[in-house]
């Protein structure tokens, strides 16, 4: 297709995901057509790992996607050689991808065995650079494959993209030429602390007016309000906020009023994700009258914009390890809005504590697999009502310098501009 559209000569493909592995497949043909071989040689295999770079995504094993080798010979068709069963290179590079040792390369044949093709291993079997998408998910993708280097780089978010209209006037102002280098955003701490909460504010005035326009929820731009808003599945646990709603009660009757706005999709067949999404609307009736709950629908890019420029606090709630990055919580930095998260993904390298925003509990990185939703939940109110709300209420200076942080230090960073500086350093011009 990129030939088609006239795309010729690239020098590095960058495959996102397993899905892509099957461009390293269709390298392999083009090479090894390309050479007048009549199978795939350990020199076709290294000309293609030198132009592909891999990326993985997730340490969830369903994005590991596995496909019988079937599938696989019907859709790379009858043109796909066979590879080098006579070089030892080939077959181990074979042997790799298919998980067991083989004595033939005929797709055809190896179709009527049960080892499926891992994806994943596909990829990262032709790829000459491999990482993961943030330092901790980086271990943990060593972890699954050990046999592999696995480096990591960080995720990033488009600044201009994702910073209110408010705030992009306030740059504009007083950091010119944070567009074009969001590395400048690291001064944003000479900009006066009234002038931040005021943009803030007229960026939480629309959300507001917005919220209450579509659900009719009857909010205040004057209450501190929580956001929480991604892909409603189990490991990001989005109705962790509301699993003890007394303790809630309690914590509104002694610190202050409390709103949260809420939206994203479960997948169709995904039950557990909708499960989420109905506790919340539970907590949602029971809670009316105390606390201002909105989910809303139609979750899209528009609208992740609107929620993450507009609320008081990002909240963040995975289990761990599973969070391999997350970037919502990057776009609410460029905003000034601190997030409080579970430390994992993205946050163990963006979290200052009392900083640049606030951590659930502690590190778990030596108690992988280790989840206690009660005690987060706990962990997660006492920061609210103890620390967080306080500040907001009650010490609003203090607040609005947590805000400049976020921005200096983790807005001028997590970021697209930094993170493809460091893809075209380590991975496409190595």
């Not at 009234?194 to 731009?221: P, Q």
């Not at 994992?344 to 502690?362: K, L």
């Not at 942080?405 to 493809?420: D, E, K, P, Q, Y």
Request: aromatic share 8%; charged share 25%; hydrophobic share 40%.
């Amino acid at each position: 297709m990129l030939e088609a559209l006239g795309y010729r000569g690239i020098r590095r493909f960058h495959m996102n995901e397993g899905h892509a592995a099957l461009l390293a497949l269709e390298l392999l043909e083009q090479r090894a057509r390309k050479s007048g071989n009549r199978s795939v040689t350990a020199e076709d295999i290294e000309a293609v790992r030198r132009k592909c770079i891999f990326t993985t995504h997730t340490p969830v094993l369903a994005g590991h996607d596995q496909f019988p080798v079937e599938m696989m010979s019907r859709t790379i068709g009858e043109a796909e050689r066979r590879w080098d069963i006579d070089d030892v290179r080939v077959m181990g590079v074979l042997d790799r991808i298919l998980g067991v040792p083989h004595k033939t390369s005929d797709l055809k044949e190896l179709s009527h065995t049960d080892s499926p093709v891992n994806m994943t291993l596909l990829a990262l079997n032709l790829s000459h650079y491999v990482n993961g998408v943030a330092k901790r998910h980086g271990e943990i993708t060593r972890l699954m494959f050990a046999e592999y280097t696995i480096h990591s780089i960080t995720n990033g978010v488009h600044g201009v993209t994702w910073t209110s209209d408010p705030f992009c006037r306030l740059y504009d102002q007083y950091i010119p030429g944070w567009r074009q280098d969001n590395l400048a955003l690291r001064y944003a701490l000479s900009i006066p602390a009234d002038e931040i909460w005021n943009a803030h504010m007229e960026a939480k005035k629309v959300l507001i007016d917005y919220v209450n326009r579509e659900t009719n929820a009857g909010m205040s731009s004057d209450v501190f309000t929580i956001g929480f808003a991604r892909r409603a599945t189990a490991y990001k646990r989005g109705d962790l906020f509301v699993s003890d709603l007394e303790r809630l009660w309690k914590i509104v009757d002694r610190t202050g009023q409390i709103q949260l706005v809420c939206a994203g999709k479960a997948h169709p067949k995904d039950q557990e994700g909708k499960d989420v999404i109905a506790r919340i609307w539970h907590a949602k009736q029971v809670l009316e009258g105390a606390i201002k709950i909105s989910y809303l629908p139609n979750y899209d890019m528009a609208m992740g914009k609107l929620i993450t420029s507009g609320v008081d606090l990002w909240l963040n709630t995975p289990v761990p390890p599973l969070e391999a990055s997350g970037t919502s919580g990057m776009k609410a930095a460029l905003n000034g809005v601190p997030s409080l998260s579970i430390l994992d993904g993205w946050w163990i390298e963006g979290w200052i504590e009392g900083i640049t925003g606030w951590s659930v509990g502690e590190d778990m990185r030596d108690k992988q697999g280790v989840c206690d939703s009660s005690k987060d939940a706990a962990l997660l109110y006492e920061k609210l009502e103890q620390t967080i709300m306080p500040l907001f209420y009650r010490d609003r200076r203090a607040f609005v310098n947590v805000m400049l942080h976020c921005i200096a230090l983790n807005g001028s960073f997590f970021n697209t501009h930094r993170m493809m500086q460091q893809y075209v350093m380590h991975a496409y011009f190595l």
